[in-house]
């Protein structure tokens, strides 16, 4: 459904690198996610991907249609729904879906049952102006906007960024629905939860794919075992936890920080408590832990 081959995106002149050959491609009905940090490239990838911005170099499909020579096309079979709210402030709820439909030549009613499960719950608010919604609203408005042509592929950049935790959870069933309905989903996030509830995943840091896959075949991937260990002072034992030379990895990770050994064979987090404890630490604790996308993403970040 799409697919990209090589694609390459510098601005500045060539002077930045935002999308360094970047190749994969997403299966028809996918719920495929776009996972990494903030300048990463994830918008630049989808801008490509939409027709709003021309590679420098390699070729990208979507439906079959080529980004570059069919770029009319393209533009009436996809939505897409901008990092950044880019709707009409000034317009209603109403006017700004009634505005989308038209320039797609088609009508809020024609293609209700789609967005049904979403409008509703802004539909009270219909008369209110764009601008003056909260940002969990905003949200669903431009997701009805972006689906209001019953486009074949959705592409989402960065949907949940700077919405609260449970409009992010209900935002990730209704894809889970729309996915149902058999539309192609593209979701940029850099919260590495989120990874989870896609099908599959690329990581991407600085323009370039790390890794694609499901994420449970990413986390089993993960080279080596994995410790969760907390104590009394965690910022000293960060500290003293990099300072001590059998350790490979460290980072501090929510009430824990995530450590693994250079070589892992030979008892080495009871030698590890030892040394913690001469340090003064107190109410040490440690124990295996599975690894999530984010140790997989820092993991290979640092090994590129
Ligand atoms: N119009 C532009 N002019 C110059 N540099 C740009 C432009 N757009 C993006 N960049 C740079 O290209 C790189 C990739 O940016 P991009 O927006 O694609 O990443 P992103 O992963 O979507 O991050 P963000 O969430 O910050 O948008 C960054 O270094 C960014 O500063």
Same mark, same amino acid.
């Given at each position: 459904m799409v697919a990209l081959t090589d694609i390459s995106k510098t601005y500045n002149d060539g002077g930045?690198?935002?999308?360094?050959r970047v190749s994969f491609s997403v299966e028809k009905g996918e719920l495929f996610g776009l996972i990494g940090p903030d300048g990463a490239g994830k918008t630049s990838i989808f801008r490509v991907l939409t027709t709003l911005l021309l590679p420098d170099g390699g070729s990208a499909t979507v439906n079959g249609l080529d980004? *570059?020579?069919?770029y009319k096309a393209i533009r009436s079979q996809v939505g897409y729904m901008p990092g950044?709210?880019?709707? &009409?402030?000034?317009?209603s709820v109403e006017e700004n879906l009634n505005f989308f439909a038209t320039i797609f030549g088609t009508t809020i009613a024609e293609n209700y049952d789609l967005i049904k499960e979403i409008y509703v719950q802004i539909e009270p608010f219909?008369?209110?102006?764009?601008?003056?919604?909260?940002g969990g609203m905003k949200q669903k408005l431009a997701l009805c906007c972006a689906l209001i042509h019953r486009p074949t592929v959705l592409f989402l950049d960065?949907?949940?960024?700077? *919405?609260?935790t449970v409009s992010r959870k209900e935002f990730w069933e209704m894809l889970k629905r729309l996915k149902q309905q058999g539309i192609t989903i593209l979701v940029s996030t850099p &919260?590495?939860?989120?990874?989870?509830?896609? =099908?599959r995943i690329a990581l991407i840091q600085k323009g370039r794919i790390m890794s694609i896959d499901t994420p449970a075949n990413i986390t089993k991937r993960y080279p080596e075992k994995l410790y969760a260990i907390k104590a009394e002072n965690m910022s000293k034992l960060l500290h003293d936890l990099r300072q001590y =030379?059998?350790?490979?990895s460290c980072n501090a990770f929510g009430e824990y920080h995530h450590i693994a050994f250079?070589?892992?064979?030979?008892g080495e987090s009871e030698k590890l408590l030892g040394y913690l404890e001469t340090k003064g630490h107190q109410n040490l604790e440690i124990q295996p832990t599975t690894p999530t996308i984010e140790d997989c993403f820092i993991d290979l970040m640092e090994g590129n």
């Open positions: 930045t690198l935002a999308v360094d980004v *570059v020579k069919d950044k709210f880019s709707l &009409y402030q000034d317009l219909k008369t209110r102006r764009a601008g003056k919604l909260s960065e949907p949940t960024t700077g *919405v609260d &919260y590495m939860d989120e990874a989870t509830l896609c =099908e =030379e059998a350790i490979k250079k070589d892992d064979s030979d």
